[in-house]
């Protein structure tokens, strides 16, 4: 099941492709309302679930201050450890490919304005954006996939919720991976594959924690581990999300999705609990 989950969750980049690959600029609005869910929900349950749910592995092990502390600082390791892929791979360059496009070239079912520009340099650029996008969002996709994993190992219930979170934040990541592909080559179909290629980054994640935790059954690293994917998903949130939303529309609709991202989250918890 936590293997399943996980491939769903990354599987939503395919989704994103279809919507971009077949959507008007009015699509923006939904990016927006999408992306600020997704960081409440995710926020919300890294910080009220995920990271108290380490802080209880910890303790009886560790003792009430060190176990604290050893969930606080693999938080920190998580948030620490993103910000270092981010140095490295900055996803926003990566995301911010439509930004780049001229205004109203938003892909259509009429097909790219860029497409009549046949300028090769312009086309060759716009390919390689997509497939650093490709790289990129892959390479952030995978411990978003071992965060979706292990949740659900712990739980499967938070990891039906994290799936949600990471599959509907997915979903303009694979939009990102598709336009700048779309423009430079007018091929749909290559489009859509590499944006679906990309997400497959996240149940390899789910594959490595399964390899992980059955060789390293020890609920210190257990506990550890789940503290630095809280971290990872606050991350996530705070640095590509709500910029993102607020980049596809305006501040008081990216933060009206963010609470209601919190609050759908908060309800289904308590359901499920």
Known sequence: MALGLTLLAGLSTGIGSLIGLGSRPSSHRFLTLALGFSAGAMVYVSLVEILPKARLVLVPLL???????????????????????????????????????????????????????????????????????ALAIGIHNFPEGLATFLGALANPQLGVSIAVAIGIHNIPEGLAV???VYFATGSRRLAFWVSFLSGLAEPIGGLVG???????PNP?????????????MVYVSLDELLPAARDYGDQHLTILSLMFGMGVMAISLVLLA
């Not at 900055?90 to 300028?119: E, K, M, R, T, W």
């Not at 399964?210 to 390293?216: G, I, P």
């Not at 210190?220 to 990872?232: K, M």
Request: hydrophobic letters at 50%; charged letters at 10%; aromatic letters at 10%.
């Open 63 to 133: 003792g009430a201050r060190l176990g604290y502390a050893a969930a606080v600082l693999g938080f920190f390791v998580g948030i620490f450890t993103m910000a270092l892929i981010d140095r490295w791979l900055p996803v926003h360059d990566a995301s911010g490919a439509l930004q780049q496009l001229a205004p109203g070239s938003v892909v259509s079912p009429n097909g790219p304005s860029l497409l009549n520009n046949s300028d090769p340099a312009q086309r060759r650029r716009l390919l390689r954006m997509g497939l650093f996008s």
């Open 178 to 180: 598709s336009a700048p």
């Open 220 to 232: 210190i690293v257990f506990g550890l581990v789940f503290a630095g994917l809280a971290g990872v």
């Open 210 to 216: 399964y390899v992980l935790f059955r060789s390293l």
